[in-house]
């Protein structure tokens, strides 16, 4: 079974939206193994305030997205999150990557502070939603694009909707399309689940009905950390994403992204069918978690890691000797590296090192 992190499932344990609202139920393995960290519901009986934002809220046209962005330089960092995280999962690689350029995390569509965006939520509408806030924000291309777990896939095509802006990527334990899970004991495609749905051409428009069913709330205080590996995140991150992740409307939006997501595996697999290189010669960097000889599809997992590697000419797979699926936590110093390595590329500054040994 492809291995996933020992986490609290109760938000992972989600409802998905349908396309025409209806409701369907998710495993949670499918969840975990698109990224989501999910915090333990708070026990205590005094209520917490909400957390202060941090960043800016950039209006995109009636629908609100919160940006964070840091540091100076060019070319400017894009961290994307894996499903059910918020910007605040990159608290330990966002301030060593702004001491070497401009760096920006934000949180998708429904996601805490930003409101949701219209239905379905496929790749392309997230990214229009991302590329309109950047662009509002006067946040400058050229970009490096950095994507964990699901967020690989959204990275994948941003790179393919905005090919001008984007001049380097770094995939940490990215999904592929290709890639099986166990669900009730049988090995399955995520792309299978693709029902031959065509998204509509994106367009940002504000999804007003999911906003007023799950308004933000104050949630119960609680002060004790989080279960690991979020308990390695700064005491003051782990109290606002307690808050973030008892938000209801968590559950709608990481529903609706999962439940049109196999969709877009399937068009990514029939799009690598006619080109290997989609990426060309983009500086790429792979970082994959390390081997797990307990998980019976783990030789294929690393197999495809290799693979995603093979979408750049430039590309290279980088394992992470201390880490699971959540690098970016647990190894945060190997992903500011890799980030390094590839903003350096794109300068035109020769590497003497690779990311396992800039430590």
Same mark, same amino acid.
């Given at each position: 079974?492809?291995?996933?992190?020992?986490?609290?499932?109760?938000?992972?344990?989600?409802?998905?939206?349908?396309?025409?609202?209806?409701?369907?139920?998710?495993?949670?393995?499918?969840?975990?193994?698109?990224?989501?960290?999910?915090?333990?519901?708070?026990?205590?009986?005094?209520?917490?305030? $909400?957390?202060?934002?941090?960043?800016?809220?950039?209006?995109?046209?009636?629908?609100?997205?919160?940006?964070?962005?840091?540091?100076?330089?060019?070319?400017?960092?894009?961290?994307?999150?894996?499903?059910?995280?918020?910007?605040?999962?990159?608290?330990?690689?966002?301030?060593?990557?702004?001491?070497?350029?401009?760096?920006?995390?934000?949180?998708?569509?429904?996601?805490?502070?930003?409101?949701?965006?219209?239905?379905?939520?496929?790749?392309?509408?997230?990214?229009?939603?991302?590329?309109?806030?950047?662009?509002?924000?006067?946040?400058?291309?050229?970009?490096?694009?950095?994507?964990?777990?699901?967020?690989?896939?959204?990275?994948?095509?941003?790179?393919?909707?905005?090919?001008?802006?984007?001049?380097?990527?770094?995939?940490?334990?990215?999904?592929?399309?290709?890639?099986?899970?166990?669900?009730?004991?049988?090995?399955?495609?995520?792309?299978?689940?693709?029902?031959?749905?065509?998204?509509?051409? $994106?367009?940002?428009?504000?999804?007003?009905?999911?906003?007023?069913?799950?308004?933000?709330?104050?949630?119960?205080?609680?002060?004790?950390?989080?279960?690991?590996? !979020?308990?390695?995140?700064?005491?003051?991150?782990?109290?606002?994403?307690?808050?973030?992740?008892?938000?209801?409307? !968590?559950?709608?939006?990481?529903?609706?992204?999962?439940?049109?997501? $196999?969709?877009? !595996?399937?068009?990514?697999?029939?799009?690598?069918?006619?080109?290997?290189?989609?990426?060309?010669?983009?500086?790429?960097?792979?970082?994959?978690?390390?081997?797990?000889?307990?998980?019976?599809?783990?030789?294929?997992?690393?197999?495809?890691?290799?693979?995603?590697?093979? !979408?750049?000419?430039?590309?290279?797979?980088?394992?992470?000797?201390?880490?699971?699926?959540?690098?970016?936590?647990?190894?945060?110093?190997?992903?500011?590296?890799?980030?390094?390595?590839?903003?350096?590329?794109?300068?035109?500054?020769?590497?003497?090192?690779?990311?396992?040994?800039?430590?």
């Amino acid at each position: 079974m492809t291995r996933v992190e020992t986490r609290n499932l109760d938000v992972v344990r989600r409802v998905v939206f349908g396309a025409f609202g209806a409701l369907v139920a998710v495993p949670s393995v499918l969840a975990l193994e698109f990224g989501a960290c999910t915090a333990a519901p708070a026990t205590h009986s005094s209520a917490a305030r $909400p957390p202060s934002v941090r960043g800016t809220m950039v209006d995109i046209g009636g629908q609100t997205i919160h940006l964070d962005c840091t540091g100076v330089g060019s070319p400017t960092v894009v961290l994307e999150s894996g499903v059910g995280d918020f910007a605040l999962v990159w608290a330990l690689v966002q301030p060593g990557v702004a001491t070497l350029t401009r760096v920006c995390s934000y949180d998708r569509g429904g996601y805490v502070w930003s409101t949701p965006g219209t239905r379905p939520r496929s790749y392309a509408q997230i990214n229009l939603e991302l590329h309109d806030a950047l662009s509002r924000a006067g946040e400058k291309s050229p970009f490096v694009l950095v994507g964990q777990s699901y967020g690989g896939l959204l990275v994948r095509r941003y790179a393919e909707q905005f090919r001008a802006a984007v001049v380097g990527m770094v995939l940490v334990d990215a999904v592929h399309e290709d890639q099986r899970i166990e669900i009730s004991g049988r090995p399955v495609r995520l792309r299978e689940m693709a029902k031959g749905r065509t998204a509509p051409m $994106p367009q940002v428009r504000p999804d007003r009905a999911l906003a007023d069913s799950f308004p933000l709330r104050a949630t119960s205080a609680d002060t004790g950390s989080l279960e690991a590996p !979020l308990d390695r995140l700064p005491p003051e991150v782990q109290n606002a994403w307690r808050w973030a992740s008892a938000q209801p409307i !968590l559950r709608a939006a990481a529903g609706a992204e999962m439940d049109w997501s $196999p969709e877009d !595996l399937a068009r990514l697999h029939a799009e690598r069918r006619r080109n290997r290189r989609a990426l060309g010669d983009l500086p790429l960097i792979v970082l994959s978690r390390s081997a797990d000889s307990t998980d019976s599809l783990d030789a294929e997992r690393q197999r495809l890691q290799a693979d995603l590697a093979a !979408l750049s000419s430039r590309g290279r797979l980088v394992v992470a000797p201390h880490a699971g699926h959540n690098i970016h936590l647990e190894d945060p110093q190997l992903v500011v590296s890799a980030i390094r390595q590839v903003v350096d590329e794109v300068r035109g500054i020769s590497p003497n090192t690779t990311p396992g040994e800039a430590r």
